[in-house]
């Protein structure tokens, strides 16, 4: 048990439609990465927040936005859902921006399909 | 450009066998190398990770892993696995982005299937 939970655990959305995907990160923990795991590959990084502000990005369009809050929460985007979003998302939350030592803990994810 | 190579999709392996897991990373810069296990239906959970120092890691669950830099691998073992080993292993590797921004690179995976 990581302590970082997800909500929904699945969704079901059609081309053009725009979700919106939670995370409780660990109390404490003042950084939170998502990413998409494509079915049969490893997780691939979209973006990073620290203490409010997105403190980088991986190669995802703008369409992908996030938000993080004061109270270890944090919120995943995306608008005009294509069929290639359908993935598994997972936020993964550490303590601090020590991404080098510092390990991340991974929630359990949220199953987006897109039809 | 930095990238992380899983190179088996899938390893079968009898129980109660020894097992190893290859994982090869390309960088020019300094890296740090974690393994993480992914249960069917679960998050990911790390099993362990080389910062620095000792080449050989030990984590949970009776594996370890070794760092060889002269040969850019990072490859995970267990001597003796057990039914319940049956996971997705991911290889990811720490790359600095810039002064504080790192993020994770991950292989595709491999399935452990372990056979009775």
């Known amino acids: 048990e990581t302590g970082v939970t997800q909500s929904p655990t699945h969704l079901i959305k059609t081309r053009g439609q725009q979700v919106t995907l939670r995370c409780s990160s660990q109390?404490?923990?003042?950084?939170v990465s998502w990413y998409q795991q494509a079915l049969g590959q490893g997780p691939q990084f979209i973006f990073q927040?620290?203490?409010?502000?997105?403190?980088g990005r991986g190669n995802f369009p703008p369409r992908f936005s996030g938000l993080q809050f004061p109270n270890y929460s944090s919120e995943l985007n995306v608008n005009a859902l294509e069929l290639d979003d359908s993935a598994l998302y997972l936020c993964?939350?550490?303590?601090?921006?020590?991404?080098?030592?510092?390990?991340?803990?991974f929630g359990p994810g949220t199953r987006l399909t897109v039809l | 450009a930095q990238s992380v190579t899983q190179l088996d999709s899938q390893v079968p392996v009898f129980e109660e066998a020894p097992v190893e897991l290859r994982c090869n990373y390309s960088s020019s810069v300094s890296v740090y190398l974690f393994w993480y296990v992914q249960y069917p239906n679960q998050g990911l959970q790390l099993l362990l990770k080389?910062?620095?120092?000792s080449t050989l890691v030990k984590g949970i669950n009776g594996f370890e892993a070794e760092f060889n830099k002269s040969q850019t691998s990072f490859h995970l073992r267990k001597p003796s696995v057990h039914i319940s080993d049956t996971a997705e292993y991911f290889c990811?590797?720490?790359?600095?982005?810039?002064?504080?921004?790192?993020?994770?690179?991950w292989g595709a995976g491999t399935k452990l299937i372990i056979k009775p």
């Open positions: 109390s404490g923990h003042n950084t």
């Open positions: 080389y910062l620095s120092g």
């Open positions: 927040y620290y203490r409010e502000e997105e403190n």
């Open positions: 990811a590797v720490s790359f600095s982005l810039m002064d504080s921004n790192y993020q994770l690179i």
């Open positions: 993964a939350s550490s303590l601090d921006l020590s991404g080098d030592t510092d390990t991340q803990y």
